[in-house]
T-cell receptor, first 116, second 116 residues
Framework: KAGVTQTPRYLIKTRGQQVTLSCSPISGHRSVSWYQQTPGQGLQFLFEYFSETQRNKGNFPGRFSGRQFSNSRSEMNVSTLELGDSALYLC???????????????FGPGTRLTVL | TQLLEQSPQFLSIQEGENLTVYCNSSSVFSSLQWYRQEPGEGPVLLVTVVTGGEVKKLKRLTFQFGDARKDSSLHITAAQPGDTGLYLCAGRSISAGGTSYGKLTFGQGTILTVHP
């Protein structure tokens, strides 16, 4: 089974621009979660989608948004980029929504976003 | 907001030594997971502990979940250079209702370097 794929792997943008990142989950997985990883803040939860519905949301401003398609693929968008948005954005997929204790998440390699 | 404090932040040891990483919180979690992340890759799940007091062993790695399900530890015996990486603990919340239910909260991580 192919793992979680994320595109692009690297991205350089300038302040004020917007960016869209893509995530393809493992085949059969219906839940996709997004995380932001920075050296200072660590891994922080952005949001989770399950069957095209946002199930959970972290404490990020409205500039961060996402969506999930009927084939479970997901995209996240960041508008009006700020320098502080530079980070590794990780996507994780699982078979079920995060409300189950045993829910195992499989992470993709991430998209490294640099905002200049 | 649930927080997970992970310690130590950095650990540099010689091959063959033992080490313990701690993960503490004031909140109760329904489960706790340990991940290992290597540069350029996403975190990979090592283990999930669910029951208070549970101990799980994975070769030279021993994971323990506190009786109150608020803390956990990872002990590595006879560390090897291949153990080098970022170790992350993550707790799944049990708050019913709202958007926090089922969310994974990550600790800041422990960067382990094992020198040959």
């Amino acid at each position: 089974k192919a793992g979680v794929t994320q595109t692009p792997r690297y991205l350089i943008k300038t302040r004020g621009q917007q960016v869209t990142l893509s995530c393809s989950p493992i085949s059969g997985h219906r839940s996709v979660s997004w995380y932001q990883q920075t050296p200072g803040q660590g891994l922080q939860f952005l949001f989770e989608y399950f069957s095209e519905t946002q199930r959970n949301k972290g404490n990020f401003p409205g500039r961060f948004s996402g969506r999930q398609f009927s084939n479970s693929r997901s995209e996240m968008n960041v508008s009006t980029l700020e320098l502080g948005d530079s980070a590794l954005y990780l996507c994780a997929s699982s078979t079920t929504s995060g409300r189950l204790t045993y829910n195992e998440q499989f992470f993709g390699p991430g998209t490294r976003l640099t905002v200049l | 907001t649930q927080l997970l404090e992970q310690s130590p932040q950095f650990l540099s040891i010689q091959e063959g030594e033992n080490l313990t990483v701690y993960c503490n919180s004031s909140s109760v979690f329904s489960s706790l997971q340990w991940y290992r992340q290597e540069p350029g890759e996403g975190p990979v799940l090592l283990v999930t502990v669910v029951t208070g007091g549970e101990v799980k062993k994975l070769k030279r790695l021993t994971f323990q979940f506190g009786d109150a399900r608020k803390d956990s530890s990872l002990h590595i015996t006879a560390a090897q250079p291949g153990d080098t990486g970022l170790y992350l603990c993550a707790g799944r919340s049990i708050s019913a209702g709202g958007t926090s239910y089922g969310k994974l909260t990550f600790g800041q991580g422990t960067i382990l370097t094992v020198h040959p």
